[in-house]
């Protein structure tokens, strides 16, 4: 691996050595090719230069191919040289190694940003198609080489090239592009061998010179083996051994393919590098899926530890449900989170998730379920109260369906306790609806039970109340006082009420009283006349006596759109009494009180 790391470098040393590799490797290799071939034969038995110049040239930079594709050119014609041929051809043929390696590295890098990628069976079979349409290329420059400067039939040169190539670079050309991840099974070493002798062991049977039976299937169980269990470059190893001891014996005229080179010796070489051609594409996708199966399953395992870790250790409650035939979610895993948060003492698994919450909140519950199992959208939030003895729980519930689960529905759901929010939701929501001063609704709290009670019709009584006299407590003893005093009348009138009555403070020693349900004035008239009398008792603040009375305003409701008309003729009907009351010079300390009807304002003592 670490020749590899050198070979793709883009440093002076690694040009240098993917340059020296070229020229002495590819020139020995097609030496001993082209020694090694058949008698009789213009093309040799294999060609693995083809394969040692395409993985250097893949392994070089994009801008760097080219040259080396010109070194692969001199090398191999060289080689062709020096072995007898004529020059002419000798180029030739070294022209149509170059262009193969060329040609091989740019299809399989071209759709990966010039760097070669070999991880899945789609680069595999990308690998495999880039590799035979270079050995095409030459194999076509090769039979116009041998038709026109040698006169030799076209086609069988063409056939013999392109086999004797196709073959070398299919089979070796993945070692040079293999990564470094570490192989699952490379340490076995026992089964390693096991494999090994039964790929050495059924090529000796098939290729064994005193038998011709075609036995070619008993070299695909050792390497089947060896790609299911030893990974890619035990695989590759095998094909390599395989290769080599394939064309020997068909060169000597062993094994099936031997009687036929004794014959017709192309057609013999030819046959057996579709064996090892055969082999390496059947192998080769194989040992690929492998891996990456094992691959997805390693990196599933990690995501299922910290999965299970994550949803173990959670700070919030987690589960997974289930729906029931009969309806609702059971529970088929939980956390420790979420067993506190539902008050469970042991486990939840196989209880039913509508066992935990209030009856109160069944309802929305239900609907929560509804909505995650049989709409489009598979999820729903909100709160809900915990069924939890001795006290209120209100828990935040999120749900969510799992996509693409065969079977019953599988739902996850995360919780977390509220309880303190709520509580703090309720008390701010109190504030704001209360008077700070008497502890009193305020305006907005009356508008609010005003508007929930006249949606549904019926006739409702306003009493607009002001206080008399009470601007002389300010003036002559201060604020302070004047709040203790307000506090004492708003005692006063909210004992008084009728029970489903609301008494409010609107501001300053502004009072409302809401009546619901009244048949008349008469009630209202009623309830105005026991305010006016509970301050017939002078307000006792430090031992000083402060003399009040109170006008009223009376205005009838109707209807929510009523409500803002109404108040403001309860509040003219007040200021009217008051207005009487100083034309009339009353007392202050005899209580006035006033009626307006929806339909216009007036008075009554």
Avoid at 175 to 198: I, K, M, N, P, T
Avoid at 348 to 372: C, I, M, S
Avoid at 440 to 460: F, M, W, Y
């Amino acid at each position: 691996m670490r020749v590899l790391r050198v070979l793709g470098a883009d440093s002076r040393r690694g040009r240098l050595l993917r340059a020296s590799v070229l020229l002495v490797g590819c020139f020995y290799l097609s030496v001993g090719a082209v020694v090694l071939r058949p008698e009789g034969t213009l093309v040799a038995v294999w060609w693995p230069a083809a394969a040692l110049a395409i993985g250097v040239v893949l392994r070089a930079p994009a801008g760097e191919r080219l040259a080396l594709s010109g070194v692969v050119l001199a090398s191999t014609a060289m080689a062709n040289a020096v072995t007898g041929r004529p020059l002419t051809v000798a180029v030739a043929f070294g022209l149509g190694n170059a262009v193969e390696a060329w040609l091989a590295a740019w299809l399989f890098t071209r759709k990966t940003g010039g760097r070669p990628r070999y991880r899945s069976i789609e680069d595999v079979a990308r690998l495999m198609a880039a590799g035979l349409a270079g050995a095409g290329a030459a194999a076509v420059l090769a039979a116009l080489a041998a038709a026109v400067l040698l006169h030799q039939p076209p086609l069988l040169t063409m056939r013999s090239v392109a086999v004797a190539h196709g073959a070398a670079v299919v089979i070796a050309v993945p070692l040079f592009v293999l990564s470094s991840r570490v192989e699952v099974g490379s340490r076995r070493r026992a089964e390693a061998v096991l494999a090994w002798l039964a790929t050495l062991v059924g090529a000796g049977l098939l290729f064994a010179p005193w038998q011709d039976l075609p036995l070619a299937f008993l070299v695909f169980p050792g390497l089947v083996w060896a790609a299911l269990r030893l990974g890619p470059r035990h695989t590759t190893a095998q094909l390599l051994v395989l290769a080599l001891g394939t064309s020997f014996a068909t060169v000597h005229g062993w094994g099936p393919f031997g009687p036929v080179a004794d014959r017709e010796p192309a057609l013999g070489v030819t046959l057996a590098q579709l064996l090892n051609l055969t082999a390496a594409v059947v192998v080769h996708p194989l040992v690929m899926a492998v891996q990456n199966r094992r691959q997805a399953l390693a990196e599933l395992q990690v995501r299922e530890q910290l999965f299970r870790l994550n949803f173990d250790e959670a700070l919030v409650g987690m589960l997974v449900l289930q729906q029931r035939e009969s309806g609702g979610l059971k529970v088929l895993r939980c956390n420790a989170a979420a067993r506190r948060t539902l008050g469970a003492r042991s486990t939840l698994v196989g209880r039913r998730l509508e066992d935990f919450v209030d009856a109160a909140d069944a309802a929305a519950l239900e609907a929560g379920v509804r909505t995650v199992l049989g709409t489009d959208l598979g999820a729903w939030h909100g709160q809900l109260r915990v069924a939890v003895p001795d006290s209120e729980r209100w828990v935040e519930l999120a749900m969510s369906r799992l996509p693409g689960v065969e079977g019953p529905p599988v739902v996850t759901a995360q919780l977390v306790d509220v309880s303190e929010r709520h509580a703090r939701q309720l008390h701010l929501r109190e504030v704001a609806l209360r008077d700070a001063l008497t502890g009193l609704p305020n305006r907005r709290a009356l508008l609010e039970q005003v508007a929930a009670r006249t949606r549904d019709g019926g006739t409702h009584a306003l009493l607009f109340c002001d206080l008399d006299g009470f601007k002389a407590v300010n003036d002559q003893a201060g604020h302070e006082t004047g709040d203790r005093v307000l506090v004492e009348v708003a005692q006063r009138f909210a004992g008084l009420a009728r029970s489903g009555d609301t008494v409010a403070r609107l501001g300053g020693d502004e009072f409302v009283v809401f009546c619901p349900d009244v048949p008349g004035t008469e009630v209202a008239g009623d309830v105005a006349a026991r305010l006016a009398a509970s301050l017939e008792r002078d307000v006792v603040v430090d031992g000083t006596a402060w003399r009040l009375g109170v006008s009223i305003g009376v205005a009838l409701v109707d209807g929510p759109d009523d409500l803002e008309r109404a108040l403001r003729t309860a509040d003219e009907a007040m200021y009217e009494v008051k207005a009487l009351r100083r034309a009339a010079r009353l007392s202050p300390t005899g209580p006035a009180t006033g009626r307006a009807t929806g339909q216009g304002a007036g008075s009554l003592s």
